[in-house]
């Protein structure tokens, strides 16, 4: 079994915490969507959405984030014959109500418009290139170039930033609510929910507004302190946000793209 994956993906995390919660092995790749890694044909072809994660299990290609998590726990049942059908539909509300908020226009709008822009030109370019290459995959990077400027078209719409913003504050409070009865986002034991959830309170860690969203509410907090002891915290979050090693990433990306712009090798 393959993952495809970056550290800083949060969908790349929620389903590695499956992955590690459940306990089942894989071979680990990669791909980092900054430096246009998800753009090489050979990803390209295999996944035209150019989106991270893939799970790959055989000839058995998976690339919704939700289904890999429920694909792996199906294994995880057939592996170990256990089944656990307590407190499922609690769970599978769960992950659907996290899986309902997009990420994407909330953590663009926190990026300072000059390292956006930066970026973004710079997978434009790559997107272009990589067109150059494959004439018979350009009407799908000609899709992945229309989506780059539709992003940009958004992000000058505060309407639409302001609406995930707000499914972010629902998605927070209901869990706070739901934290003040029980121990985990779906109950007393740590369940697929968590591994959806816990990732939505790293990406506000990664953008430094923990005081705006996370400590303000005292149950999330004491909740993101508890998740933060567990194995698969500390293998698949912890080992790459844990003080320097948080930047480490981050300045390593900025650098090839800087040296790549460069000499314009896309």
């Known amino acids: 079994m393959q993952l495809y994956h970056h550290p800083y993906s949060m969908d790349s995390q929620k389903v590695r915490l499956a992955l590690e919660e459940r306990g089942i092995d894989y071979t680990s790749y990669h791909v980092n969507p900054l ?40 294994l995880a049942v057939s592996l170990s014959g256990e089944v656990n059908v307590s407190g499922v539909e609690k769970v599978i509300e769960w992950m659907q109500k996290v899986d309902g908020w997009n990420p994407k ?37 000609h899709e992945k170039l229309r989506d780059a400027y539709e992003t940009e078209d958004k992000m ?19 869990a706070e609510m739901q934290l003040e009865e029980t121990r985990y986002i779906a109950g007393d034991e740590f369940t697929l929910a968590d591994t959806m ?22 149950k999330v907090m004491e909740y993101y302190q508890l998740v933060k ?20 990433t981050i300045l390593k990306t900025l650098c090839f793209i800087c040296i790549r712009s460069l000499f314009r090798a896309y």
């Open 197 to 218: 959830f816990v990732p939505v309170l790293v990406r506000i860690t990664l953008l430094n507004l923990e005081e705006e969203y996370i400590n303000c509410r005292p």
């Open 35 to 74: 430096t246009g890694k998800n753009m090489e044909v050979s990803f390209f072809r295999m996944n035209p959405s150019a989106k991270i994660p893939v799970f790959k299990n055989g000839s058995h290609i998976i690339y919704r984030t939700i289904d890999i998590i429920q694909y792996i726990d199906r």
């Open 105 to 141: 226009m909330f953590t663009l709008s926190h990026i300072p418009d000059k390292y956006r822009n930066f970026v973004s030109r710079f997978i434009r370019r790559v997107i272009i290139a990589r067109m150059a290459e494959s004439p018979e995959l350009a009407s799908n990077y």
């Open 156 to 174: 000058r719409d505060l309407d639409t930033v302001q609406e995930s913003e707000e499914k972010l504050i629902r998605l927070l409070d209901d």
């Open 229 to 248: 002891h567990r194995n698969s915290y500390k293998v698949v979050i912890g080992k790459y946000f844990s003080g320097w090693r948080k930047h480490r």
